[in-house]
Structures are given as C-alpha cells and as structure tokens.
C-alpha cells in the first residue's frame, strides 16, 4: 500500500493569511503515461463528510472557491489557502488513487489563530 | 443532481456480521465508468477505504479486509450493499459510501454517512 503523510498534524493561522498543507507519498503517484498525479484533496467540517476540493492534483473541483490551490508532482504535494477565511476551519485529507487500495493522509486540523 | 445516503444498524455485537445499504439518486450504476465506493472512520481517525464497485461489476476490496468484506449493486433499486462479517469493536466507525467515475479518479461526492458502534 502507498502511504501518504501529511504535515503538519495541526496548523493555525490568522484570518487573511496564507495556510499551507503538506503530503508526501510513499512513492510516486505521477503515472508516466499520462503525466497526471493520482492525488486529490478533500475538505472535512466538524459532523460533515468530506468534501472533494482538487483532482488530479491541481484540478479544482466546480464550485470551490479559487483560494484554494494544489500542487506537487511525484511524491510531494501541497494544498495552499491563499487567504483563509472563517468558514475554512476544517481537517484537510489527501488522497492517492494511482494504486489499489487508495489511502488516506492522517489530516489536518486547520484553525484559526 | 447527485445524492447518496447510507443506511443501516447503529449497534452490532461482536462476531455478527453488519450490513450496510447505499441508496443513490442522480445517476445510475449501469453507466459506463461509474463507481461506488465505502469508506469508514473511526472516531477522531483517518478515513479508511474498504471497497468499490463498478458499472460492469468490477468489485475492489481492501486487501486488510478482504477475507470480511463483500460489496453488490442492485442497480434497478440504485442500491449498493456492503456487508462485513465478524465485526470486533475496532470496526466503530461512521460509514461513508461515495460516488466516483473513472475519468475524475477521486469521490465527488459523499453521503452523510451512518454511525456504526460495535459493542456487546
């Protein structure tokens, strides 16, 4: 199984500010043939399901807003919050899909400072 | 539009087996390169993948859970059931199941998910 860890575990920043998410992978998620990264990000609220923010990496998904940002290739990624806003307190998973079993980072709280 | 809810007990006792149905609505699991998925997670843990199904009936299992794991659509009711036998208290965990198609790779979107215990 890939494994994907996160960093930090926790993470607090102040309203307006920049938050930053890391994800490592065990090995590289970057398939050669079609030079896509296997990695999404999803966002999680107290008592709610997660919530696909990015695909493929750096793709965002419809709807979410465009402070949010992804990037990384091979075995690194990260999730950037350009600005962060109230209703961005959430734990943030990332999530590979290039091999069977897909696997989970372990999150990461992120709240404000 | 796209929903999934999952449904089933709240409290199984160690060995039982638990089953956990998946009602969807906005799509349909006879379409090519659509998938259903379940995911669970323990309280205050990560998220664990457990199985997926596909339109064709391409079944994946987690391979810690294989041996236990057992995933079927029906899709004239829009149904996907997961069972899992012998269930231990390590198995407490809120139930996702999650629609994916093969051209996006990643869940797109989730149900609310059902809060299973395991006790005696």
């Known amino acids: 199984d890939i494994a994907m860890t996160q960093s930090p575990d926790s993470l607090a920043v102040s309203l307006g500010e920049r938050a930053t998410i890391n994800c490592k992978s065990s090995?590289?998620?970057?398939?050669?043939?079609?030079?896509?990264?296997?990695l999404a990000w999803y966002q999680q609220k107290p008592g709610q399901p997660p919530k696909l923010l990015i695909y493929?990496?750096?793709i965002r998904e419809s709807g979410v807003p465009d402070r949010f940002s992804g990037s990384g290739s091979g075995k690194d990624f990260t999730l950037t919050i350009s600005s962060l806003q109230a209703e961005d307190v959430a734990v943030y998973h990332c999530?590979?899909?290039?091999?069977?079993?897909?696997?989970f980072g372990q999150g990461t709280k992120l709240e404000i400072k | 539009q796209i929903t999934l809810k999952e449904s089933g007990p709240t409290l199984v006792k160690p060995t039982q087996t638990l089953t956990l149905t998946c009602t969807f609505s906005?799509?349909?699991?006879?379409?090519?390169?659509?998938?259903v998925g379940w995911i669970r997670q323990p309280p205050g843990k990560a998220l664990e993948w457990l199985a997926l199904?596909?339109?064709?009936?391409?079944?994946h299992y987690s391979p810690a859970l294989k041996s236990r794991l057992t995933i079927n659509k029906d899709t004239s009711k829009n149904q996907v059931v997961l069972i899992m036998t012998n269930v231990d208290p390590v198995d407490t965990a809120t139930y996702y199941c999650?629609?994916?198609?093969?051209?996006?790779?990643?869940?797109?979107?989730w149900g609310q998910g059902t809060q299973v215990t395991v006790s005696s």
């Open positions: 999650a629609h994916r198609i093969v051209a996006l790779g990643a869940y797109d979107y």
């Open positions: 906005g799509f349909s699991l006879s379409t090519s390169g659509v998938g």
């Open positions: 999530q590979q899909y290039y091999s069977s079993p897909p696997t």
């Open positions: 090995q590289t998620i970057l398939y050669n043939s079609d030079n896509k990264n296997y």
């Open positions: 493929w990496a750096s």
């Open positions: 199904i596909f339109w064709a009936n391409d079944k």
